[in-house]
Nanobody, 123 residues
């Protein structure tokens, strides 16, 4: 079993900052990539940022220059530092991991999601 647990969401005023964290736990062998996605009401889930084990990062155009993704590989943790937040950043933010885990004596690569954390940007 693998679990992703997010934390750090909340209510913040426009222009403010939040830091999201996501910890992956379970029978993990290695993590290829971790990332953040978000889904606003009535909209499809969209990519926010991803980071590979080799520290390559990718960002949605809408968050470039404002958000920073980072990983602590030793702790199986990914962070999302969100600065200069805007009302349009309001959404449920989901952690995602592409990883290799043990299933008995077999290694299986799979994709996992966290339960989501609400971020609300409002005055």
């Amino acid at each position: 079993q693998v679990q992703l647990v997010e934390s750090g969401g909340g209510l913040v005023q426009p222009g403010g900052s939040l830091r999201l964290s996501c910890v992956a736990s379970g029978s993990i062998v290695s993590i290829y990539a971790m990332g953040w996605y978000r889904q606003a009401p009535g909209k499809q889930r969209e990519l926010v940022a991803t980071a590979t084990s080799g520290a390559n990062t990718n960002y949605a155009d809408s968050v470039k220059g404002r958000f920073t993704i980072s990983r602590d590989n030793a702790k199986n943790t990914v962070y999302l530092q969100m600065n200069s937040l805007k009302p349009e950043d309001t959404a449920v933010y989901y952690c995602n991991a592409d990883l290799l885990r043990m299933f008995g004596t077999v290694q299986i690569r799979n994709n996992y999601w966290g339960q989501g954390t609400q971020v609300t940007v409002s005055s």
